[in-house]
């Protein structure tokens, strides 16, 4: 009979050992063939996990983006001022889809963040479309209210080609900064990719929506002011909420059944 080296002997303790370590290491992790391994620590705690399109909320986030959308950019045809701060309708609602847009970027990754922004420039130029109709139709018998109608509801291209041109441009960032962050920086530090992605995309947004609908139109320092005021307001209003899309964010990835599956199956 062949005898086993004392090297041998030594190769197969250690690996006894070696296995009973890594069995101690599953058992004390609760997860299978994750191990204490620095290198595998750091993997992990990069990790961005995201939920499928197709999960349980995501049709409603998109709903009631759309709805904001909508709602927002009826608002703003009227330029309103509170004493020197010079604004818009929207500003009452328009910072909400930011907010939104940051919570399916969030939880359900760029893809499906990037179809609820085309699914919203659809429905803007739908919008728009029918208001348009409306509009050219003759006024039926007993109507007598055609130029408030326009006024409010009117077919401006410089007004809708801002609109879909700030808010396209600017939650496509909005949604590709956060979800790049989080790749980088896995789950932690959510209020760091929240931030910033609404930094940058708030603020071309609102740049392009300014120039295009606006340049030439409001005067001097008050376009400038209005630039200014618009960005800070918008920005502030996702600070002041941060908590709330905190839990909101929270919320949604504990009952999201399908969170964790990886950003390209998103």
């Given at each position: 009979?062949?005898?086993?080296?004392?090297?041998?002997?030594?190769?197969?303790?250690?690996?006894?050992?070696?296995?009973?370590?890594?069995?101690?290491?599953?058992?004390?992790?609760?997860?299978?063939?994750?191990?204490?391994?620095?290198?595998?620590?750091?993997?992990?705690?990069?990790?961005?996990?995201?939920?499928?399109?197709?999960?349980?909320?995501?049709?409603?986030?998109?709903?009631?983006?759309?709805?904001?959308?909508?709602?927002?950019?009826?608002?703003?045809?009227?330029?309103?001022?509170?004493?020197?701060?010079?604004?818009?309708?929207?500003?009452?609602?328009?910072?909400?889809?930011?907010?939104?847009?940051?919570?399916?970027?969030?939880?359900?990754?760029?893809?499906?963040?990037?179809?609820?922004v085309i699914t919203g420039f659809g429905l803007q130029i739908l919008a728009t479309f029918v208001f348009?109709?409306?509009?050219?139709?003759?006024?039926?018998?007993?109507?007598?209210?055609?130029?408030?109608?326009?006024?409010?509801?009117?077919?401006?291209?410089?007004?809708?080609?801002?609109?879909?041109?700030?808010?396209?441009?600017?939650?496509?960032?909005?949604?590709?900064?956060?979800?790049?962050?989080?790749?980088?920086?896995?789950?932690?530090?959510?209020?760091?990719?929240?931030?910033?992605?609404?930094?940058?995309?708030?603020?071309?947004?609102?740049?392009?929506?300014?120039?295009?609908?606006?340049a030439g139109v409001i005067p001097g320092l008050d376009f400038l002011n209005y630039i200014v005021v618009?960005?800070?307001?918008?920005?502030?209003?996702?600070?002041?909420?941060?908590?709330?899309?905190?839990?909101?964010?929270?919320?949604?990835?504990?009952?999201?059944?399908?969170?964790?599956?990886?950003?390209?199956?998103?």
């Amino acid at each position: 009979m062949s005898q086993k080296s004392p090297e041998s002997g030594r190769s197969e303790s250690e690996s006894g050992r070696s296995e009973s370590e890594s069995g101690r290491s599953e058992s004390e992790s609760g997860q299978p063939g994750r191990t204490t391994d620095p290198a595998h620590t750091t993997s992990a705690a990069r990790f961005a996990a995201f939920a499928s399109s197709r999960g349980r909320y995501y049709a409603v986030f998109l709903a009631v983006f759309c709805a904001v959308l909508i709602i927002s950019n009826i608002s703003a045809t009227k330029v309103i001022g509170f004493g020197p701060v010079v604004t818009d309708g929207g500003a009452f609602l328009f910072p909400i889809a930011y907010i939104l847009g940051d919570v399916i970027s969030e939880v359900y990754g760029f893809k499906a963040a990037r179809k609820a922004v085309i699914t919203g420039f659809g429905l803007q130029i739908l919008a728009t479309f029918v208001f348009w109709l409306v509009l050219i139709s003759p006024p039926g018998p007993g109507y007598e209210n055609q130029d408030a109608f326009a006024a409010v509801l009117g077919f401006y291209p410089r007004i809708v080609a801002a609109s879909l041109v700030g808010y396209f441009v600017g939650q496509l960032l909005n949604s590709w900064v956060l979800v790049a962050v989080k790749k980088r920086m896995g789950e932690s530090k959510l209020w760091v990719r929240l931030l910033t992605s609404t930094g940058v995309g708030e603020f071309v947004d609102t740049l392009l929506f300014c120039i295009i609908a606006f340049a030439g139109v409001i005067p001097g320092l008050d376009f400038l002011n209005y630039i200014v005021v618009g960005f800070v307001y918008k920005v502030a209003v996702e600070v002041i909420f941060l908590p709330v899309t905190y839990r909101v964010i929270k919320l949604v990835k504990r009952h999201e059944p399908s969170y964790e599956l990886d950003a390209a199956e998103a």
